[in-house]
């Protein structure tokens, strides 16, 4: 499937994709109409060219016009096939603000009204014969109508306090698809973990024929769950997948959707004719996961859950309310995780559905807001109401979403306390909410004058966290709360206080602002380390308070002219990102001449080497920092290029890439591999590799231009902290730093897992390493606090989180560990060659055979053993998977235990001095499981502990000191000095 349009958009409808689809973004002919005069196609005077699907008034769009007009035009030529076959041609948009109607061909195929969600024309009938077709579209969005739900659309001229620019006529993608007369045109999952199923509605469109059947297939990465088959009896099928219930919690919970395990049930669903021939396939996911509200709690998967969330208006700079690219969406997400947050409250947008599909996937619970009218007439409750229904129809099945929201601060009922009919209708759109989807949380009217809700929602701005902590600081306070405190100047509920027992969230408060200019904020500071201090203090109040069930701080980024974002405007963080996730996730920051023990940052960031700054070497400053992780396997060696099973988790140390474009097109760059020398380089397209680890950049660079990608000329400042050699993917964390500088600079279009198999590609063809994709993949897609369980084969992953009590040891033997060469070289020919004669493209490929003995005693040694080692080391990948999950510790030490045995004695990788590192973790009755980790004859191993593990690291690497005669280096946990080098022979240097 294309996932992104050239222009980086991605699949405009992740809940139900098809293989083919063809983007109409792109240059379209366009005129703007003032006053609204023109009222079909032949009266309009094409005068200029924009970019869809950026509104008129953005820059990007090419049109930046930010006036008042009544009406825009659209025009585009577009080939598709259409006609001879019994196939449908579908045109769909994903969002025209805010009415819209469409010819093709000089035919009027419909209109819509609603300008956040998507609408759909058949348009096969319309469409002339020939190669090519015509589609206009009229949008008309009135700039001062304020019956309409415009969210925050100005209906100034110029935006003022929290309002912002207009977006008019097309914002979301424009594409076609051609579908099978019968198709499957609508679907809808409903988890339930009472009867532990999920229920499946499908909407059957064209004829329906007798014999006609869907088959449901849902899987995971450990294999399919189910696999059935159902009678279509008519347009609708409503069926309830069981799923076989573990009944252990340590079980059910490896498949329950959390922030901190995002796991997705993949979903494949074929349409078949009586004689199993497949008339429709989709591709769709789902999710077993629960919300849902328990006296003053929110429960997710029924645990309580404290909502950390960060109110997200949605717009990006010269692009409005469109992202500017599906990474750029994909960004944000990892940004509010990254940030400490385990959701955001989508402020007056309906976001698009790729932001929802990146939430899904990456772990981020999502509020979503319907954009209001600012005025009660009959006019304005149709609109809304009719939007309000589409918009839930088109997100219910979106794992992230966890409470709806159709009315903001009383906008659009503004005499709520007084009006019975707005009370009414307030009150009808919580019901009519909770008979749509009866499955989440519903918050009748954020911020104050609740009279039907399901949590309180409190706007409260006070800047002074002393007062915000005597109004919240206990549940005892929640009469007085609601009979007398005013926190945005209104009552916050409008009903008897005694009987308000709801959850109470502060769903927006902060607002601290830089100040800078012609800025607005609700409070503001003067530089950022007033904001950090300000903001650790107001989140240290917040999180303490006993009467809160969760936080929504305002905001992500600065918009426009509202200037109090934890990022500015192109989302760069106003202080580092490791202190606001401190601040976020409650802890305090150690004081002068004090220590205390805080989480790994976010991102897995540490201070690199002393070295050069980029001005003294180049003269000027960087403009792009990217950096990468390396990672520890904790199992699951040599399986990676065998199609098999890998279990890495990323580490503190870090690669890190300064970047500074150049006007030519030559790369010329500095690394602590060659502190000393002078930075050099080499000119793109040049095929000849200019040695040493600028071999690296010079693969990234041939990787990125052999994929299409188009660069230019950059000043490369490089460092590092991984040490070479030590088996922890040194050189995929540089690859992978390129690549997201190269990303960053060059506005690629590249995900995670795209820029993961560039990396790959990079070692493996342009610097001739023969490599698996584990360490990429985990450099580029890993997590703190994870493990990152990967399926070489299909590249399926998932995040597996880590138990608390589980601490990891890491020390390198001291004996560099190298791919490019020698014994690992040699393994990977022994695998190959065993596949050969076996008859198999792959290990993995054996799993399962019934007559495997025999075929291995048909081997000669040593190649029966290696086929061993990978077999076996895939399960137990599986198995320290489920311990993870479990939590059993001794379980996990057991596996690495036999793994080490497995690659000391089948896989023959081991050294003297691994083994004797393993066997001193033996003795420390602290330490449960010790393996060489990542590709042998040399490198580190890594240990699983419990308690304080600085000095049981400590006396391991004093007495390997003692009898290897080797310096180790200890690299977790994080010592005070990482190589204590020549002080190794004095014991006083391990009782630091």
């Known amino acids: 499937m294309t996932q992104a349009d050239q222009g980086g958009h991605g699949y405009p409808r992740p809940l139900l994709q098809r293989e083919a689809w063809t983007s109409l973004n792109g240059p379209w002919e366009f005129a703007l109409d003032r006053d609204g005069v023109w009222t079909l196609p032949a009266q309009v005077e094409w005068n200029r060219t924009i970019e869809v699907p950026f509104a008129p008034e953005t820059e990007r769009s090419g049109v930046h016009d930010t006036g008042f007009h009544l009406a825009c035009w659209y025009r585009r030529r577009f080939t598709f096939p259409v006609g001879g076959g019994p196939n449908r041609v579908l045109l769909h948009f994903g969002a025209v603000d805010h009415s819209a109607v469409v010819w093709v061909d000089n035919r009027r195929v419909g209109s819509h009204e609603g300008g956040y969600t998507p609408f759909s024309f058949d348009i096969t009938d319309a469409c002339k014969p020939g190669l090519e077709h015509e589609v206009v579209v009229w949008a008309v969005d009135d700039p001062h109508d304020l019956e309409k739900p415009r969210g925050k659309q100005d209906w100034e001229l110029e935006p003022h306090i929290i309002w912002y620019p207009r977006t008019s006529g097309i914002w979301q993608t424009v594409w076609l698809e051609e579908v099978p007369p019968t198709r499957i045109a609508r679907l809808r999952f409903t988890p339930s973990l009472k009867r532990w199923e999920i229920a499946l509605y499908a909407g059957i469109d064209g004829p329906v024929t007798e014999g006609l059947r869907l088959r449901a297939c849902l899987t995971t990465v450990h294999g399919t769950i189910a696999d059935d088959t159902y009678a279509v009896l008519g347009g609708d099928l409503h069926r309830r997948i069981t799923l076989s219930d573990p009944g252990v919690d340590d079980s059910r919970n490896a498949l329950l959707w959390s922030p901190a395990s995002p796991t997705l049930i993949d979903v494949t669903l074929e349409l078949q004719d009586a004689t199993g021939r497949v008339l429709d396939r989709v591709r769709s996911y789902t999710a077993l996961r629960e919300v849902s509200v328990q006296g003053d709690r929110v429960l997710l998967n029924g645990r309580v859950v404290l909502l950390r969330f960060v109110l997200d208006q949605g717009y990006w700079p010269g692009t409005g309310l469109t992202p500017p690219d599906d990474d750029a969406v994909r960004r944000d997400v990892e940004l509010a995780r990254a940030m400490g947050f385990n959701g955001v409250r989508k402020h007056q947008k309906v976001e698009d559905p790729r932001y929802l599909h990146w939430a899904d996937r990456l772990g981020l619970l999502v509020w979503e807001e319907m954009p209001s009218a600012y005025r009660f007439t009959a006019r304005s409750v149709r609109r809304l109401t009719r939007e309000w229904e589409e918009v839930i129809l088109r997100d219910y099945s979106h794992p992230c979403i966890m409470a709806w929201v159709p009315f903001n601060e009383s906008w659009g009922v503004p005499n709520l306390p007084n009006s019975a009919a707005e009370r009414h209708y307030v009150q009808a759109l919580y019901h009519l909410t909770k008979t749509l989807d009866p499955t989440r949380p519903v918050v009748g009217n954020d911020g104050w004058e609740s009279v039907a809700t399901d949590l309180i929602g409190v706007h409260d701005y006070d800047a002074d966290p002393a007062r915000i902590a005597r109004r919240y600081y206990t549940t005892e306070v929640r009469v007085r709360l609601f009979q007398h405190e005013r926190p945005g100047g209104r009552r916050l509920t409008l009903t008897e206080p005694s009987k308000v027992e709801h959850p109470i969230v502060l769903s927006e408060f902060g607002g601290i602002a830089l100040e800078r200019g012609e800025t607005w904020g609700y409070s503001t500071v003067h530089g950022p380390d007033d904001l950090r201090e300000r903001y650790t203090e107001l989140l240290h109040v917040v999180q303490g308070l006993e009467l809160l069930a969760g936080f929504c701080y305002t905001q992500f980024a600065d918009t426009y002219q509202e200037a109090n974002g934890l990022l500015d405007v192109e989302r760069r963080p106003k202080f580092p990102l490791e202190a606001i996730a401190g601040a976020t996730l409650g802890v305090r920051e150690p004081r002068p001449g004090g220590s205390t023990q805080v989480p790994a940052s976010p991102d897995g960031r540490a201070m690199m080497p002393d070295a050069p700054p980029f001005p003294a070497l180049f003269g000027r400053a960087a403009t792009v920092t990217a950096a990468a992780p390396g990672r520890v396997n904790l199992i699951g060696d040599h399986t990676d290029y065998n199609g098999g099973y890998v279990l890495p988790t990323i580490l503190p140390q870090e690669a890190r890439v300064e970047l500074a474009l150049r006007p030519d097109r030559r790369i010329e760059a500095w690394s602590t591999e060659e502190p000393e020398a002078r930075p050099r380089g080499f000119e793109l397209g040049d095929a000849t590799p200019p040695g040493g680890w600028l071999d690296y950049v010079h693969g990234v660079t041939r990787a990125l231009e052999a994929g299409g990608m188009v660069l230019g000329g950059a ?278």
Do not use: K
Request: net charge neutral; hydrophobic share 45%; with cysteine.
């Open 715 to 992: 000043d490369l400042r490089v460092s590092t902290e991984i040490p070479p050699g030590a088996g922890l993917a040194s050189s995929a964390a540089l690859e992978v730093a390129l690549l997201r500088a190269f990303r960053a600079a060059f506005a690629l279009a590249l995900d995670d897992l795209a820029l993961a198999l560039l990396a790959h590609r990079a070692e493996v063809e342009f610097v001739g390493v023969p490599v698996g994709v584990m360490d990429q993949m985990a450099a580029s897609l890993g997590r703190v606090g994870s493990a990152l369980f990967v399926d070489t084969r299909t590249l399926a992953f998932e995040w597996v989180p880590l138990p608390g009590d589980l601490l990891l040891l890491l020390i390198h033997s001291g004996i560099r560990h190298r791919n490019a060469s020698g014994g690992y070289r040699a393994r990977r020919e022994e695998c190959r060659e065993a596949c050969h004669l076996l008859g198999v493209s792959a290990l993995r490929d054996l799993e399962g055979a019934t007559d495997l003995p025999a075929r291995l005693r048909t081997l000669p040694a040593p190649l029966d053993r290696r086929v061993r080692h990978v077999l076996n080391e895939n399960q137990r990948v599986l198995a320290a998977v489920s311990a993870l999950r479990r939590g059993d510790l001794a379980a996990l030490g057991e596996l690495f235990h036999a793994s080490h045995e497995s690659l000391r004695r089948e896989f023959e990788v081991s050294i003297p001095e691994t083994d004797l590192l393993v066997e001193l973790a033996r003795t420390e009755c602290t330490v449960f499981g010790a393996r060489l980790t990542g590709g042998g004859f040399g490198g580190s191993v890594v240990m699983a502990a419990t308690g304080d593990t600085a000095p049981v690291a400590l006396r391991i690497a004093r007495e390997y000191h003692r009898q290897a005669g080797r310096t180790p280096t200890i690299l977790l946990p994080p010592l005070p000095a990482q190589d204590l080098g020549a002080r190794l022979h004095t014991e006083e240097a391990y009782r630091r």
